[in-house]
């Protein structure tokens, strides 16, 4: 109890100092530059994706890392190869493991549950079945990452002149 008091306390602290720091008009530097109408160009071409996102998901759905192949994201590959790999071989153990103490509980003649052979039995089952859990949640991830890369093929980083904005900077100095 009194080590959640004191750690509540030092949180405390910590975000008060880091308001004050933060809010302290010293290390407040606002910029706003001015809005200059007559740089601004409206583009009337109509934008079209290049990739589509959801041929992309429907890929990665047949087989995992072919949607990120279609969006040349050729690194995530191996990742997602490798988790699944990795993750699969989890399963196979796990399984094999509970099938082994399963056989070792049947042709005990005690039929005891505080016994080795039932405690090891039930904890292979789950873990098998936290690692199946896991395939799916990777699976999924890879079907998201191949819809949002796809979505983003298009977007560029670089800075553009075309649009001038306000802006407003903050620069906090130690």
Not at 88 to 103: K, M
Request: charged share 20%; aromatic share 18%; proline share 3%.
């Amino acid at each position: 109890m009194n080590f959640l008091k004191s750690s509540a306390k030092i949180i405390t602290k910590i975000c008060f100092i880091f308001f004050i720091i933060i809010s302290s008009p010293k290390y407040l530097d606002a910029q706003i530059q001015p809005f200059d109408s007559n740089s601004v160009k409206i583009d009337t071409a109509k934008f079209e994706m290049r990739k589509s996102p959801w041929g992309a998901v429907l890929r990665s759905a047949v087989l995992p890392g072919f949607g990120q192949y279609y969006n040349e994201s050729y690194w995530k590959i191996p990742l997602i190869w490798g988790a699944l790999g990795y993750l699969a071989y989890q399963w196979n153990r796990n399984n094999n493991l509970y099938i082994q103490y399963r056989d070792e509980y049947a042709l005990s003649t005690l039929k005891d549950p505080t016994s080795f052979a039932y405690k090891a039995r039930e904890f292979y089952k789950d873990q098998r079945d936290q690692v199946a859990v896991y395939i799916g949640l990777t699976y999924l991830l890879n079907l998201v990452d191949s819809y949002v890369d796809a979505h983003l093929f298009d977007f560029s980083v670089s800075n553009s002149n075309m649009i001038s904005h306000y802006q407003l900077n903050l620069r906090i100095n130690f």
